[in-house]
């Protein structure tokens, strides 16, 4: 066996269900918007913002880009990742 294996606490897993399931269940009218703007620096090299955070994208050479930042598919797969 494993020591280094993490161990899951299924009871507290179960209490923070319920908790987040009781505060969605009592909200009301509650909702978030986001808002994120996009500006073109050069060519296929663009600037985002979201929040407080910035953040730029480009396309790889052979799409027209210079390869400056990650490009739009790179963020999408990290983005699913988390």
Known sequence: MDDH???????????????GFERRKNAVNHSVTLRATA?????????????????????PPDRGGE?????PLEYFIIGSAF
Do not use: H, M, W, Y
């Open 5 to 19: 294996k993490p161990k899951l606490n299924l009871e507290k897993l179960q209490q923070a269900f319920e908790s």
């Open 67 to 71: 390869d400056q930042a990650p490009s």
């Open 39 to 59: 500006k073109l620096v050069k060519n296929t090299l663009l600037e985002g913002r979201i929040g407080r955070f910035s953040f730029q994208c480009d396309e």
